[in-house]
């Protein structure tokens, strides 16, 4: 990261572990739902090792965060309450899901219901 590129000064996870807060030394700061982070998840579980390979992850609405774990000093590994916790997400990353929410969370839902999919976990 260069100097310009926005700094996270702050990792706040909600009480109820169903938002982490970034906050960046630009004065931003996005509350990701946990949901929102589990489905958009770097790992390669979710992203694949290609575009094609990427996966739509469904009933994750009542998803929550576990733990919040520093890797070096460029990203976090989050653990959710599925058990998933393989990915790393940086800063960069991180600023872009609080920064393209709107985007990325449509696409998501559009996903969802092209392929026939729901946000709630099927019981």
């Given at each position: 990261m260069t100097a310009a590129t926005p700094w996270p000064t702050?990792?706040?996870l909600a009480a109820d572990k169903r938002t982490l807060t970034v906050s960046f030394d630009t004065g931003e700061s996005h509350p990701?739902?946990?949901?929102y982070?589990?489905?958009t998840s770097p790992s390669a579980e979710v992203q694949?090792?290609?575009p094609a390979e990427r996966k739509t992850v469904p009933g994750k609405r009542d998803v929550r965060i576990l733990a919040v774990e520093p890797v070096?000093?460029?990203?976090v590994r989050l653990t959710f309450d599925d058990l998933h916790s393989s990915g790393i997400y940086g800063w960069d990353y991180l600023l872009t899901l609080g920064r393209d929410r709107e985007r990325i969370w449509?696409?998501?839902?559009a996903e969802l219901d092209a392929k026939?999919?729901?946000r709630d976990?099927?019981?």
């Open positions: 702050e990792l706040r990701l739902a946990a949901e982070l589990r489905v694949g090792h290609s070096g000093n460029y990203a449509g696409e998501y839902l026939g999919l729901g976990a099927r019981r």
